[in-house]
């Protein structure tokens, strides 16, 4: 009697350990677009080859446009503005500032707490050192 016992406690003991059931826990992704309060008004100064710096507005909107002013310092020149539309990459945590054909192609920017930080060209990073150039603050 002791036997069947342990005998049975020992199969309830492994077969209550096993399950057919797949569980799996769905973790949300975390991204700039879903996650952060990215909608509002970002300034700076860019560099610029000829001039002593690009004082820069741009604000962002919920419904993915945007106002972008420029004036180049040091320069005798009113401020340069556009006004277009902008796209979220897949991840969500770069945008694409469209129709800027006058200013020369495409402005792609990262999107962080507080912040925007301007990429290449080519939609990269700048190298560490000259990055903290590309900085617009949220006002």
Known sequence: MKYILIYISVIFVFTSCTSDKNYEIKVPDFNSRDSLD????????????????IQTKLTLTQDNTFGLEQTYSGKNSEPVKHYGSFKWNTD?????????????GIIYFIVGEG?????????????????????LKKL
Do not use: M
Not at 92 to 104: A, H, M, P
Not at 116 to 132: K, V
């Open 92 to 104: 969500g945590t770069k945008i694409q500032l469209l129709r800027l054909e006058k200013r020369g």
């Open 115 to 135: 912040q925007l930080i301007q990429l290449t060209s080519n939609a990269e990073r700048y190298p560490e050192d000259i990055e903290r150039k590309y900085l």
């Open 38 to 53: 990215w909608a509002g008004v970002y300034a700076g100064v860019l560099p610029c080859e000829d001039c002593e710096g």
